[in-house]
């Protein structure tokens, strides 16, 4: 994954937001089976809290170390003691009850948490988001499928939104949280959405309310018929407006979009050469490219 920096066009607030980090935060080390393994930070203000648990977390100068022992049972269960008493006290907030892996940077799971305490421990989540488009006889993307999140969404309510979107929970891979993810929020059927195609995982790095936002954002396409209109199952989308490129293109540049939604669909409009490769924000967006998105 490239870490250049590039000048950012304006406004583009997603562009800036993806790597916007102010928080002084730690390391942290968890020490498992397989020895020790980076797998998130915590907030330097946050450390004192932790000191609670002297038996299972270190705190040193240079990282904070997870000693809740090599059987990935173990630590699992601790690490959910530990949790359970940070969310009481107010620091890790939005709990779902949703069990997220705890990925290593090559998204290979260590141990299993609640998922609201990712972002207090600035662990790697991954997500899961597709493009629903229209083209003309040529192949040429002319449209795209616009999501309005419903109103009452605990995370972003009313914010626009791709055509599938979602987190990838413990079990599940990009692509089969992708299969899941596309009835509820679309109505597709599974021989539907079986024809996406991958596109780029683009890789955030982001202070925001709840901690810190680490995620791998595996991006699809889907192209769907005129006439094929999505519907909602799940009561999560207000609505689905099928919108020009260029229209949803600048309605995330001035920020209407969700931040994963507005990276996902830049993505969309430089692989389909909406926008240059030569264009600022096609360069801005390539410093944020970690690789292919999950084909399955």
């Known amino acids: 994954m490239s870490t250049a920096q590039s000048p950012v ?108 305490a990712s972002r207090f421990w600035g662990t790697l989540t991954l997500g899961a988001h597709c493009n629903g488009y229209v083209a003309d006889a040529l192949g040429r993307p002319t449209h795209l499928w616009v999501a309005q999140r419903s109103l009452d969404k605990p995370t972003d309510p009313g914010m626009l939104d791709n055509l599938i979107g979602g987190g990838v929970p413990l079990g599940q891979s990009p692509w089969e949280a992708l299969q899941r993810e596309a009835f509820e929020e679309a109505g597709l059927a599974p021989e539907e959405i079986a024809q996406a195609t991958p596109g780029r995982v683009v890789a955030l790095h982001c202070d925001i309310p709840e901690g810190l936002q680490r995620e791998h954002l595996h991006v699809y396409d889907l192209r769907l018929p005129p006439g ?34 507005a990276l996902a669909t830049l ?10 490769a030569h264009d600022p924000l096609a360069v801005a967006l390539e410093a944020l490219v970690a690789g292919a998105a999950s084909a399955r």
Do not use: K, M
């Open 267 to 276: 993505d969309f409009a430089v692989r389909h050469g909406v926008v240059a």
């Open 9 to 116: 066009p304006a406004p583009w607030p997603a562009l800036r937001a993806a790597r916007h980090t102010v928080v002084p935060r730690r390391p942290v080390i968890l020490l498992g089976r397989h020895g020790p393994v980076t797998v998130g930070s915590v907030a330097e203000a946050h450390l004192s809290a932790l000191a609670a648990w002297p038996h299972w977390i270190g705190i040193d100068p240079g990282a904070v170390t997870l000693h809740f022992g090599g059987d990935i049972g173990a630590i699992d269960t601790h690490w959910a003691t530990v949790n359970a008493q940070l969310r009481t006290q107010g620091l890790i907030v939005a709990w779902r009850d949703e069990p997220y892996g705890v990925w290593d940077d090559q998204e290979v799971s260590h141990a299993t948490i609640e998922r609201a």
């Open 228 to 261: 094929r209109t999505p519907q909602n199952q799940d009561g999560e989308v207000a609505w689905h407006q099928c919108w020009p490129v260029a229209e949803a293109l600048a309605a995330a540049a001035e920020g209407r979009f969700t931040t994963d939604a």
